[in-house]
């Protein structure tokens, strides 16, 4: 979460007063090893909340899996530099639910720290619950706007109580702007994220899902991934076995003979 009375976040080359100058260095000498990784706070209020959180998380790992310069992960700290309101800079942190970066190093981290980095995620997603959905749509919308975050996506599993489900923002001249929704190649209408090149939809059970239009075909879940990767070892002892025994025939029948 972000620190209370916190201004937005500095933009990368923003001057500094003179009087801040050494605080500024002090804080840019920080790295993840001694910035705190953990807000002691629960992964999600619910299985609501967390079926659609791991999810993404999972499925769109696996959709760049190939590429080592992508970073995808959840429930992390992204730390950056704020000021206060008399300009002096102080350290900010947020947590995104869902966060992906291109152009960085894939590797396990503590937490991301935007000054170490360069650059800011290129992609959040909030999954909304009921003690976070209006910080969701207001607090954290200012923060990586300003932060400078490409796009912004919010899904609200209860959108019963507070409509849209499902938000999507690009950042637009520094300026966040409603993404509309769009047919999608298979007929169903959903959410570009020019930046992940997917599109997200909420499908008739109210789920969250991400189609890939290079595929045809949704994300599947780690379950379907798993269960995929086991059928395929299976397949792949099978036809190992069958081999043994066709050689063992083969051997056989040169003995016969």
């Not at 976040?9 to 100058?21: E, F, L, N």
């Not at 789920?207 to 379907?224: S, V």
């Not at 190992?240 to 050689?247: Q, S």
Request: glycine residues 8%.
């Amino acid at each position: 979460m972000a620190e209370g009375g916190l201004a937005l976040p500095m933009q990368p080359g923003s001057t500094c007063d003179p009087r801040w100058r050494a605080q500024l260095e002090a804080l840019l000498a920080l790295d993840e090893r001694s910035l705190p990784s953990s807000d002691d706070e629960p992964m999600a209020d619910s299985d609501t909340q967390l079926w659609p959180l791991t999810y993404s998380i999972h499925a769109i790992a696996a959709r760049f899996a190939d590429r080592e310069d992508v970073y995808v992960s959840g429930d992390l700290f992204v730390h950056y530099v704020a000021r206060r309101e008399a300009g002096m800079p102080v350290h900010g942190q947020i947590a995104p639910d869902v966060l992906v970066v291109f152009g960085v190093e894939d590797r396990v981290r503590d937490s991301y720290v935007v000054w170490r980095e360069g650059k800011p995620p290129d992609f959040v997603m909030e999954i909304s619950s009921n003690r976070s959905w209006r910080r969701d749509r207001i607090e954290k919308r200012t923060i990586y706007e300003a932060m400078g975050v490409k796009e912004y996506f919010i899904y609200d599993p209860r959108e019963k109580f507070r409509p849209p489900r499902l938000i999507g923002l690009r950042l637009q001249q520094s300026r966040y702007r409603e993404i509309p929704f769009e047919p999608m190649p298979n007929g169903k209408r959903g959410l570009r994220s020019t930046t992940l090149g997917l599109y997200a939809r909420v499908d008739g059970g109210g789920r969250l899902r991400w189609f890939d239009p290079t595929g045809g075909g949704y994300l599947r879940t780690y379950e379907q991934l798993d269960r995929e990767r086991r059928d395929a070892e299976q397949r792949q002892r099978a036809a190992e076995a069958e081999l043994a025994r066709l050689r063992e025939e083969l051997r056989q029948g040169g003995r016969n003979d």
